[in-house]
T-cell receptor, first 113, second 110 residues
C-alpha cells in the first residue's frame, strides 16, 4: 500500500479565516513533505519533516504553519492567507529522509477569496 | 545549478509511441523519477532509475538515462488516451529535496 490521504479535497476560505489541511500515511514512512503547486507549474517544496521534526522550511511565509503530531500525520495550518496563496497543496511521504522515493497524496485545492 | 528542463507539449496518436525528454544539471543526483499528473489530481509515481543504470523497462514504460549528457527520457509504448496527462521528471539531490522539471503535457489523439 503506497497511499497518502489528504483532507479536505477542496477548501474555500476568506483572508481572515483560519483553516487546516491534513495529511495521513500508514506506510511507516518517517519523512513527510508539503508542496505547493500552481496551475501548469511543477510542485514547489514548502516544508520537510524528518522523524517528526521540521528539517527544511523553504522560506515559507509565517501564515503557513506546519505541524507533525506523530509519524503518520502532517498538518498545515493556514491563517490570514492571500489570494495568491490559492493553489493545489500536495503532501508526500518517503520511507526515510534523504534520497528515497516520495509518494504523493491527491492534494487539497485551496481557493482564497 | 538545479534546473530541470522538459519540452512543454507533445501530441501523439493513439497506438503510437511517445517519448518525453528531460535534461538536468546536478550531477550529484542519485535517483531520477517520472511522475504522472492527471487533471485535478496528485502526482502518481510511474517509475524511477538509479543513476548508475542506463535503462529500465517496466511494461509499456522504458526509461533511458545518459548520465554524460544529463539526459533522461521516458518512452511509452502503444500510447492510450488514458495516458493523456502532464509528466514530470524529477531528480533527487542532497538533503531531502526533489527538483521537478517544468512538466510535459502529453495529448493523445484518438
Amino acid at each position: 500500500d503506497t497511499e497518502v490521504t489528504q483532507t479536505p479535497k477542496h477548501l474555500v476560505m476568506g483572508m481572515t479565516n483560519k483553516k487546516s489541511l491534513k495529511c495521513e500515511q500508514h506506510m511507516g514512512h518517517r519523512a513527510m513533505y508539503w508542496y505547493k503547486q500552481k496551475a501548469k507549474k511543477p510542485p514547489e517544496l514548502m516544508f520537510v519533516y524528518s522523524y517528526e521534526k521540521l528539517s527544511i522550511n523553504e522560506s515559507v511565509p509565517s501564515r503557513f504553519s506546519p505541524e507533525c503530531p506523530n509519524s503518520s500525520l502532517l498538518n498545515l495550518h493556514l491563517h490570514a492567507l492571500q489570494p495568491e496563496d490559492s493553489a493545489l497543496y500536495l503532501c508526500a511521504s518517503s520511507q526515510v529522509p534523504g534520497k528515497e522515493t516520495q509518494y504523493f497524496g491527491p492534494g487539497t485545492r485551496l481557493l482564497v477569496l | 545549478g538545479e534546473d530541470v528542463e522538459q519540452s512543454l507539449f507533445l501530441s501523439v496518436r493513439e497506438g503510437d509511441s511517445s517519448v518525453i525528454n528531460c535534461t538536468y544539471t546536478d550531477s550529484s543526483s542519485t535517483y531520477l523519477y517520472w511522475y504522472k499528473q492527471e487533471p485535478g489530481a496528485g502526482l502518481q509515481l510511474l517509475t524511477y532509475i538509479f543513476s548508475n543504470m542506463d535503462m529500465k523497462q517496466d511494461q509499456r514504460l522504458t526509461v533511458l538515462l545518459n548520465k554524460k549528457d544529463k539526459h533522461l527520457s521516458l518512452r511509452i509504448a502503444d500510447t492510450q488516451t488514458g495516458d493523456s496527462a502532464i509528466y514530470f521528471c524529477a531528480e533527487s539531490i542532497r538533503t531531502n529535496k526533489l527538483i521537478f522539471g517544468t512538466g510535459t503535457l502529453l495529448a493523445v489523439q484518438p
